[in-house]
């Protein structure tokens, strides 16, 4: 159902949804142009095959260790292990709801996709944060943000149908161009085998070197976003492999 809001109440609206995420620490907000984005990615991974009505994407994303700070204050205690429910999903969903209920409220319709594992759509999280402004990609198989570096997440993507103004990627920034690429020298598991990350040979260090289970050398050493890097049990809760 479409709203009959002007383009400045639209404006409004996408202003509010950024205050309502920031004050749930989710620092990035960007929007995708739903039929641009699809003339680029390849079939099977395009947001139309998910639901024909979008017009845009709202791409809800983290930076740095504040988003995780929320979560530890919302979810004390130990935390189960990985494979034993997953009590960060369950804090994003409630973080974007609100963000959900203020589209439904201003009169448009929304389905909203999480990366979660076992997800089951086929969008890339890592190209829709890309296309949504919040950095480039890199030889870490990472967005890489000028100020935030490799310590960003996109956590959300609300699919709808409102007509909200579009946030430009960043097609000028390239994280690595001229960079000594400390990423590869210092991975142990030789992820790198091409000089760009590989998934095989992450995941079997993973399996095989604890240092890789609890940490990832190579994100840590980016030039980018050192002072966003997230703490230790931030770090080992992401690397663990499921």
């Known amino acids: 159902m479409q709203s009959s809001q002007t383009a400045g109440e639209t404006a409004g609206l996408l202003t509010a949804l950024r205050r309502e995420a920031a004050g749930r620490g989710l620092d990035l907000v960007g929007v995708v142009d739903a039929a641009a984005y699809d003339r680029a990615a390849p079939s099977g991974h395009r947001i139309g095959e998910v639901w024909p009505g979008t017009g845009v994407a709202v791409v809800i994303g983290s930076a740095g260790p504040l988003y995780w700070s929320r979560f530890r204050v919302a979810r004390p205690g130990t935390l189960p292990p990985k494979g034993q429910g997953d009590p960060l999903d369950d804090f994003t969903i409630e973080s974007v ?38 950095g480039a990609m890199s030889v870490l198989g990472l967005v890489i943000h000028p100020a935030f570096g490799p310590w960003i997440a996109a956590r959300a993507a609300i699919l709808t149908d409102a007509p909200l103004e579009v946030t430009r990627p960043l097609d000028s920034f390239d994280p690595c161009r001229d960079c000594p690429a400390p990423c590869i020298a210092v991975c142990p598991g030789g992820a790198f085998p091409e000089g760009r990350w590989a998934a095989e040979p992450c995941l079997a260090a993973k399996r095989a070197q604890e240092v890789c289970r609890s940490s990832c050398l190579s994100r840590i050493h980016c030039v980018y976003g050192e002072e966003y890097q997230y703490g230790p049990e931030e770090m080992a809760y992401y690397s663990t492999y499921p």
């Open 97 to 134: 709801a609100p963000l959900r209920a203020m589209l439904r409220a201003a009169g448009y319709a929304e389905q909203t996709l999480y990366p979660f594992f076992g997800a089951d759509h086929a969008l890339s999280f890592r190209a829709l944060g890309s296309a949504a402004g919040f």
